[in-house]
């Protein structure tokens, strides 16, 4: 049982350029995050989704797009990224139980040059 | 608002205990720890849902002020395995669909031989 992954684990674009950050499950969660982590600022909730083709901003969106189209799939796509976007990416996901928690993938490192 | 975790930062030798606190402005439904090592994900400790609930996971445990809107984390005789980061995310009793949570800055733990 994998899950939770992320794909691609490193990526290192140039500015300007297009990248989408994948997130695939196999636990069926309703509820599914990302989080960019930055030294000094802790996890930042960027996009959630309550289930597929719902989705809402979190505290740091902009930049950024997702969709849901697969219960189990969620990227994440900086349209034009900018250096600013360097950090670590983690998916998380949750049942939405009021007794669960969230479940984080293993991260992706994006450096933008 | 992001809750406030104390200390920031933390050095123990082998077998001395720490506390870690996590508190917050607003009110809370539920506390939810985690430890994060370096270059991994943050991995899901324990979730206290009720004031006052005291929880126990091997040597490490947690409390839950619910009037204080506070909880600690007790970390026991700690060995090398407990060092890493340590969050702690808060879940607000007016939006707890889908176990949203606001993470704390994070408290470094270091354990040396």
């Known amino acids: 049982d994998a899950g939770i992954t992320q794909s691609p684990r490193y990526k290192i674009t140039e500015t300007g350029r297009q990248v989408t950050l994948m997130c695939h499950q196999t636990w069926s969660h309703s509820y599914m995050f990302w989080y960019r982590q930055d030294l000094g600022h802790g996890l930042r909730l960027i996009y959630y989704?309550?289930?597929?083709?719902?989705?809402d901003k979190g505290e740091v969106p902009d930049g950024y797009v997702v969709s849901r189209s697969k219960t189990e799939n969620f990227p994440l796509t900086l349209e034009s990224a900018t250096r600013s976007q360097t950090s670590v990416y983690f998916c998380?996901?949750?049942?939405?139980?009021?007794?669960?928690?969230?479940?984080f993938g293993p991260g992706t490192r994006l450096t933008v040059l | 608002q992001q809750p406030v975790q104390s200390p920031q930062a933390v050095i123990l030798r082998e077998g001395e205990d720490a506390v870690i606190n996590c508190s917050s402005s607003?009110?809370?439904?539920?506390v939810h720890w985690y430890r994060q090592k370096h270059g991994e994900a943050p991995v899901f400790l324990m979730i206290l849902l009720k004031g006052g609930e005291q929880k126990g996971h091997d040597k490490i445990s947690a409390s839950f002020n619910e009037k204080k809107q506070q909880s600690s984390l007790y970390l026991t005789a700690s060995q090398l395995s407990y060092s890493g980061t340590y969050f702690c995310?808060?879940?607000?009793?007016?939006?707890?669909?889908?176990?949203?949570?606001?993470f704390g800055g994070g408290t470094r733990l270091m354990v040396k031989p």
């Open positions: 998380a996901t949750s049942s939405g139980l009021h007794t669960d928690t969230q479940y």
């Open positions: 607003k009110a809370l439904y539920s």
């Open positions: 995310g808060t879940q607000s009793p007016y939006n707890n669909a889908g176990n949203m949570l606001t």
């Open positions: 989704s309550a289930a597929a083709d719902i989705t």
